[in-house]
């Protein structure tokens, strides 16, 4: 699931694991005698989380200083020492000491804050003794700020960044300026750093659309040029400002851990009250209008363009075509059966198995099977920005209109924007929202639903 050279998405949860096991452990030592434990962790560890997704304590990176890491540890202190106070005037029957609640503080962040600091010098260690956890880098523009951030790249091996090249854009004719996208691909570099100054609006347009086709992150070094009517994403390198064109909520690995739980709970929940009794109804149906597998298994792509095998309850005749050709209105390869379940999505619910088993989410992008999707990468623009996420059961596209048979461009054009939409705004909230919708759809019917 994580792209090459990116612990943190490991990192973070564990990080999480162990903060949480910290704390309760040293209320157990310190404050056990003297309340209910039970309440205290619940209350506790819950109250931890909402406060470190407030305060992004977990949000340190490779080029995080030290002084940042400090500031967040300090912020969380006072926070969490607040919280504790609250908790014993709210449960005050347990007369809890005041010093024995400092006490407790202070030796949780001096746990958790020793902790902290040992994983970022340790991988700091680890990038500049092993070479590990690197991200391979170019730089596009010449001038004051880029030979700076070079020097950081060079320089800084700690934070873990391996910069290949440099172009001068000024000194490159147009033929050439495209063959530094062929460099960054025979080099498997990881991002891409502009000086927005020294490019043309057709040169940004061309590395914008270069990235996003090829999964490649892009950023850029602010000047006074307007850029594009996007969220960026502030950040800084050392004391370097780099902007990122597309800031993706579902790279934040504690967004990934939200929605990955929510994926376990929600499919096993389908598969176990509703898949466990309606397979054997549905099995049955199928098998008693056609021969040939109750299941119908189909190559897509889907998180970084990797192939899985994509399940559903079989509702066509066993056919040659099934993996070149969508089904279309009144298709004859489609089964009594199958038209029913196709109109009510139950073809679909197979598809909570590949949700458990990580190659899919609930919501997301809709997968498109391999031909196809190969078909739209070259012709559709930014049909790859697509494949940053999972892709997912049902979309914001499919509940916007875009479900169904692809008619003509105009209807993978629409889906691919939607999609993007979706990528660049996710949250737990819009994904319940796409649920409630889809499943509105299915009792009213959709007229592309065959």
Same mark, same amino acid.
């Given at each position: 699931?994580?792209?090459?050279?990116?612990?943190?998405?490991?990192?973070?949860?564990?990080?999480?694991?162990?903060?949480?096991?910290?704390?309760?452990?040293?209320?157990?030592?310190?404050?056990?005698?003297?309340?209910?434990?039970?309440?205290?962790?619940?209350?506790?560890?819950?109250?931890? #989380?909402?406060? &470190?997704?407030?305060?992004?304590?977990?949000?340190?990176?490779?080029?995080?200083?030290?002084?940042?890491?400090?500031?967040?540890?300090?912020?969380?202190?006072?926070?969490?020492?607040?919280?504790?106070?609250?908790?014993?005037?709210?449960?005050?029957?347990?007369?809890?000491?005041?010093?024995?609640?400092?006490?407790?503080?202070?030796?949780?962040?001096?746990?958790?804050?020793?902790?902290?600091?040992?994983?970022?010098?340790?991988?700091?260690?680890?990038?500049?003794?092993?070479?590990?956890?690197?991200?391979?880098? #170019?730089?596009?523009?010449?001038?004051?700020?880029?030979?700076?951030?070079?020097?950081?790249?060079?320089?800084?091996?700690?934070?873990?960044?391996?910069?290949?090249?440099?172009?001068?854009?000024?000194?490159?004719?147009?033929?050439?300026?495209?063959?530094?996208?062929?460099?960054?691909?025979?080099?498997?570099?990881?991002?891409?750093?502009?000086?927005?100054?020294?490019?043309?609006?057709?040169?940004?347009?061309?590395?914008?659309?270069?990235?996003?086709?090829?999964?490649?992150?892009?950023?850029?070094?602010?000047?006074?040029?307007?850029?594009?009517?996007?969220?960026?994403?502030?950040?800084?390198?050392?004391?370097?400002?780099?902007?990122?064109?597309?800031?993706?909520?579902?790279?934040?690995?504690?967004?990934?851990?939200?929605?990955?739980?929510?994926?376990?709970?929600?499919?096993?929940?389908?598969?176990?009250?509703?898949?466990?009794?309606?397979?054997?109804?549905?099995?049955?149906?199928?098998?008693?209008?056609?021969?040939?597998?109750?299941?119908?298994?189909?190559?897509?792509?889907?998180?970084?363009?990797?192939?899985?095998?994509?399940?559903?309850?079989? &509702?066509?005749?066993?056919?040659?075509?099934?993996?070149?050709?969508?089904?279309?209105?009144?298709?004859?390869?489609?089964?009594?059966?199958?038209?029913?379940?196709?109109?009510?999505?139950?073809?679909?619910?197979?598809?909570?198995?590949?949700?458990?088993?990580?190659?899919?989410?609930?919501?997301?992008?809709?997968?498109?099977?391999?031909?196809?999707?190969?078909?739209?990468?070259?012709?559709?623009?930014?049909?790859?920005?697509?494949?940053?996420?999972?892709?997912?059961?049902?979309?914001?596209?499919?509940?916007?209109?875009?479900?169904?048979?692809?008619?003509?461009?105009?209807?993978?054009?629409?889906?691919?924007?939607?999609?993007?939409?979706?990528?660049?705004?996710?949250?737990?909230?819009?994904?319940?929202?796409?649920?409630?919708?889809?499943?509105?759809?299915?009792?009213?019917?959709?007229?592309?639903?065959?």
């Amino acid at each position: 699931m994580f792209k090459h050279g990116r612990y943190s998405g490991f990192l973070r949860p564990i990080s999480y694991g162990i903060d949480l096991l910290i704390i309760n452990i040293l209320a157990h030592e310190f404050l056990f005698d003297e309340l209910n434990f039970f309440i205290f962790v619940v209350f506790i560890s819950f109250s931890w #989380v909402i406060l &470190s997704l407030g305060s992004q304590f977990y949000e340190v990176y490779r080029y995080t200083r030290e002084v940042h890491i400090l500031s967040l540890v300090l912020k969380q202190f006072v926070l969490f020492l607040l919280i504790v106070y609250a908790f014993s005037g709210f449960f005050n029957e347990y007369e809890l000491p005041p010093i024995a609640v400092l006490k407790y503080a202070l030796s949780v962040f001096l746990f958790i804050s020793l902790f902290k600091f040992s994983i970022y010098y340790l991988l700091q260690k680890y990038r500049t003794e092993f070479g590990g956890n690197y991200r391979k880098t #170019v730089i596009f523009g010449s001038n004051k700020k880029t030979l700076a951030l070079e020097k950081f790249f060079k320089q800084k091996q700690e934070y873990g960044y391996a910069h290949q090249k440099t172009f001068d854009v000024r000194k490159i004719s147009d033929a050439e300026f495209q063959q530094c996208f062929r460099f960054i691909l025979d080099n498997g570099v990881d991002e891409i750093y502009c000086s927005i100054s020294e490019l043309s609006n057709n040169q940004i347009n061309d590395i914008i659309d270069f990235a996003d086709n090829n999964l490649k992150i892009l950023k850029f070094l602010p000047d006074n040029k307007e850029i594009y009517s996007k969220k960026l994403k502030y950040e800084y390198y050392d004391y370097i400002p780099i902007l990122s064109m597309r800031n993706i909520s579902l790279e934040e690995p504690i967004n990934q851990l939200i929605k990955r739980s929510f994926d376990v709970f929600f499919s096993s929940i389908v598969i176990v009250f509703v898949l466990s009794w309606l397979t054997p109804i549905i099995a049955f149906l199928i098998k008693l209008e056609s021969r040939g597998p109750v299941f119908f298994k189909q190559a897509r792509n889907g998180f970084n363009y990797k192939e899985f095998d994509c399940y559903k309850f079989r &509702s066509m005749t066993p056919n040659k075509s099934a993996n070149l050709h969508q089904a279309t209105r009144d298709d004859q390869r489609i089964t009594k059966v199958g038209k029913f379940i196709r109109k009510t999505s139950i073809d679909e619910l197979p598809q909570f198995f590949n949700v458990l088993f990580g190659d899919m989410s609930v919501v997301g992008p809709r997968p498109h099977m391999v031909s196809h999707a190969n078909m739209y990468a070259k012709r559709i623009d930014k049909f790859m920005v697509r494949h940053f996420v999972k892709p997912g059961i049902t979309g914001l596209a499919q509940i916007s209109g875009y479900r169904g048979e692809v008619e003509s461009d105009k209807d993978i054009i629409g889906r691919v924007r939607y999609d993007i939409f979706y990528i660049e705004n996710w949250s737990i909230l819009l994904d319940l929202k796409i649920i409630f919708r889809t499943f509105l759809n299915i009792v009213k019917g959709e007229e592309k639903a065959y």
